[in-house]
């Protein structure tokens, strides 16, 4: 099994530049997560989806935007890349609230 | 507010000796605790879960860990640490209820040497 498949895995951006981190899991999870890390730092939530057609804004969602049309992906959208925007990127799903989480390996973006 | 302190930053520890990870948290009501361990390059992994129940909670790769209401703490333990075990240990407090979100600690670096 795949489980959860996040592309790219390196990305470089021009500050106001945009463009779509892709997540998508084969295990049927209904609730999906994205979160980044910034180094030395624990993982913020940005925006996370409990099932398709719902999402919901988490501790960091601001210049973030993103849309659940399927259960299997969950892309996240970064509209005018900033350098605050530079960090590490990981997709999550679960089956419930609570429950493991099962990671992407995630996308590292530079925003120069 | 929700909070998780992990106050180690970066512990070294000798191959097969025992190992503590600190991690204290602040929570008004009954919180879900993680730990998650996290290889380089790689996402995060689940070692163990506590929900209720039984307050000594053994996770996968011969991890326990133990829940002490009273100190606010649920602190990752091990007995033997393996040259495999070196990587960063995330401590987490989940809500039993509400909204979904996993607040996450800073993380513990941990190196094993021979």
């Known amino acids: 099994n795949a489980g959860v498949t996040q592309t790219p895995k390196f990305r470089i951006l021009k500050i106001g530049q945009s463009m779509t981190l892709q997540c998508t899991q084969d295990?049927?999870?209904?609730?999906m997560y994205w979160y980044r890390q910034d180094p030395g730092m624990g993982l913020k939530l940005i925006y996370y989806?409990?099932?398709?057609?719902?999402?919901d804004k988490g501790e960091v969602p601001n210049g973030y935007n993103v849309s659940r049309s399927t259960t299997e992906d969950f892309p996240l959208r970064l509209e005018l890349a900033a350098p605050s925007q530079t960090s590490v990127y990981f997709c999550?799903?679960?089956?419930?609230?609570?429950?493991?989480?099962?990671f992407g390996s995630g996308t590292q973006l530079s925003v120069l | 507010a929700q909070s998780v302190t992990q106050p180690d930053i970066h512990i070294t520890v000798s191959e097969g000796a025992s190992l503590e990870l600190r991690c204290n948290y602040s929570?008004?009501?009954?919180?879900?605790l993680f730990w998650y361990v996290q290889s380089p390059g790689q996402g995060l992994q689940l070692l163990l879960k506590?929900?209720?129940?039984?307050?000594l909670v053994q996770g996968i790769k011969g991890f326990e860990a133990e829940f002490k209401r009273s100190q606010s703490s649920f602190n990752l333990r091990k007995p033997s640490v393996h040259w495999s075990d070196a990587a960063e240990y995330f401590c987490?407090?989940?809500?039993?209820?509400?909204?979904?979100?996993?607040?996450f600690g800073t993380g513990t670096r941990l190196t094993v040497i021979p």
């Open positions: 999550a799903s679960s089956t419930t609230r609570g429950e493991k989480l099962f």
């Open positions: 295990m049927n999870h209904n609730y």
């Open positions: 989806s409990v099932g398709a057609g719902i999402t």
């Open positions: 929570y008004g009501a009954t919180p879900y």
């Open positions: 506590y929900f209720s129940g039984d307050t």
């Open positions: 987490a407090v989940g809500e039993a209820t509400g909204a979904n979100n996993l607040f």
